[in-house]
């Protein structure tokens, strides 16, 4: 699906010759959830968020995405930019609404799945490298995680995470630099 398709049919620009109902743009934005829903439960599992409170902040994100259409401004940025903008500022406010609840992500990291073939031993030392990540992620501040989540999870470049994060390309360098040191440190020495 074609952001600027669905935003000339939403303001009524559409080159087509009857005027969009509403099952057009409704159809059109369900293939940008089907895009884009994969990536941000992700990001948002990555974030420390379990999966069901992930899925509530993803639906979330796409309803304010849906309320907000005409907002959006494809020269500012690109449609993911803007959609990840709104996921992490949810999530940000998540985080800051439960403090003192502190939720990891138990199940299995999404998408990354380890294959059947491989031998039991193998399996289970994934599995606890997995959990040990998952467990260095949650000591890191949630900004940390954030641009470790929207690099490589959701693999943005500098500049799509900078428009998010609200900041200079260079500063996002400066944290990711700091946030892989600090998660390096933290799987060498847990109690660090």
Known sequence: MNITKL??????EAATPHKPDRLDI??????LVTRFQGPLFGFLGRMGFGQAQAEDLAQETFLRAWQNLAQYDAHRGEFSTWLFTIARNL???ERSRTASQR???????PA?????????AELLARA???????????????????????AYISDLDLASIARIEGCTAGAVKTRLHRARTRLSEILEDPNA
């Open 91 to 93: 999530a940000i406010n």
């Open 112 to 120: 990354d799945t380890p294959s059947l073939e491989l031998e039991p």
């Open 128 to 150: 606890q490298q997995r959990e040990q990540l998952q467990r260095a992620l949650a000591q890191l501040a949630v900004a940390d995680r954030c641009v470790l989540a929207l």
């Open 103 to 109: 939720e990891v992500w138990e199940g299995p990291a």
């Open 7 to 12: 935003l000339s049919l939403i303001s009524g």
């Open 26 to 31: 409704q159809a059109d934005f369900a293939g």
